[in-house]
C-alpha cells in the first residue's frame, strides 16, 4: 500500500467512525433535539431540564406553553388541554431568570405558533439582572446551527449516561410523559415541619421599607419586564398571556419579612401588574392571598413550595377567570391581606393555629 493509499484509508476510516457517531447520537436522539422519541421514553427529568426543555420546544407538537420556575413543574397538561382547549407542553426552568423564561418562549414561537402561554411570575426572580440566565443554559442546543452541536455529539455524558438509559428504555414509553416531566409532587414530604424547616418565627418587629401608594419598579425588575416579557405580548397579539402570582405560603412572606423586603416584594409586584395590565392580550391571576391555601402548610414542602392540588386548583379557577386582578387596586387589596396575616404571625410569636381575614 502506497504512502496516499495508506492516508486515504485512513481519512476514510476517520471520517466513517465521526459520521457513525453522529449517526448514533442523531438517530436515538437522547433530548429529542431533532426528533421527538416514539420507541422509548426519554431521560427527562428535573436535573436534565436545561437539555431537555430544548427538544421539547423544538419537537413536540403543541400550541401553548406553560413558563415559570419550579412553582408550574407540577401543572397538568391534559388537564389545561381540557379546560382552556388546544395541546400545551411545559417548559419551566427551575429557579430561572426572567431571562431563561424569555429563552423558552424565543424557542417556542420560532418554532411554533403559540396560542396561549401560561407564565408564573416571581417577583423575587425579577431582581435578577436582566441579561443573565440563572441557570445556564447549553446555547448549542438552543440555536438553528448544526455545526456547534458537536458538543452534543461527541458529548461524554450524553454516550455514557444517556444513550445507555434510552436503549434500556427501549420499547418503554411512557403515555402520560407531558403530564408526569417534571412533577415532584409525591418526592417530598408536606406540612408544618416541612413548610417550617428553615423559618425562625419570633415576636420580633423588623424594620420595613413604607409601602407606596403607587410603586414604582426596581430598575432591575423594569428591565425584566421591558426586556424578556413585554416584547413577547407586544409581538404577538394573537397569543393569551396568562399570567399568575403563585401561592407562596404565610410562612414565606414572614421571611421576607424578616428580611426586610416584604414591601419592596409587594411594591414590585404592583408596579409588574401595572405594566402588564394595558395589553388586551394579557389576563392576570392572584393566589398570593388565597388564605385557606397559605396558612394551610399541608399544602407545601417547604415556605414556598405547594403541592399539584394547589396546580390543578389554579388552573380550574383560571379557566373560570377567578381571582383576576383588573386594577393595581385589587393587587393592593390581596397584598394588604398577605400583610395581615405576617402580623399574625408577629403578634403570636409563632405559627397561629389560626388565623383571621
Known sequence: MSRKQWVALSLS???????????VVAAIDPFEIYHQATAFTPPITNGTQIYSNAGIAKSYAYDSIVIGSSMTENFT??????????????????????????????MAFATHDVRRVLYGIDVELYTYFYLTPKCEMPDYLYDDKLF????????????LRYIPRCLAAWG???????????????????????????????GEIFEQEPAQDDPQMSQQTMLNVTNNVLPFIQAHPDTEFLFFFPPYSLAMWYGFYRSGT??????????????????????????????????DL????????????INAAMAEAISRDEHRVTDVASA?????????????IVSA?????SFTF
Open 262 to 295: 416584604l414591601n419592596d416584594h409587594l411594591n414590585q409586584k404592583e408596579a409588574i401588574v401595572k405594566a402588564l395590565l394595558p395589553y388586551d392580550n394579557v389576563k392576570i391571576y392572584d393566589f398570593q392571598a388565597q388564605t385557606d391555601w397559605i396558612t
Open 349 to 353: 410569636g409563632t405559627w397561629p393555629d
Open 332 to 344: 393592593q387589596a390581596n397584598d394588604a391581606v398577605i400583610r395581615a396575616g405576617v402580623m399574625q
Open 77 to 106: 397538561p391534559s388537564q389545561l388541554d381540557s379546560l382552556f382547549g388546544g395541546q400545551f407542553v411545559k417548559l419551566p426552568i427551575n429557579a430561572g431568570s426572567p431571562y431563561n423564561h424569555k429563552q423558552m418562549m424565543d
Open 13 to 23: 476510516m476517520l471520517l466513517g467512525a465521526i459520521a457513525l457517531i453522529i449517526g
Open 172 to 202: 418503554k414509553r411512557d403515555p402520560d410523559l407531558r403530564d408526569t416531566m417534571y412533577t415532584w409532587g409525591d418526592l417530598y414530604p408536606y406540612g408544618r415541619e416541612a413548610a417550617l424547616a428553615d423559618t425562625t418565627i419570633t
Open 148 to 159: 456547534n452541536d458537536v458538543r452534543y455529539w461527541f458529548n461524554q455524558s450524553v454516550w
Open 298 to 309: 399541608d399544602n407545601y414542602i417547604d415556605a414556598s413550595h405547594y403541592g399539584p392540588w
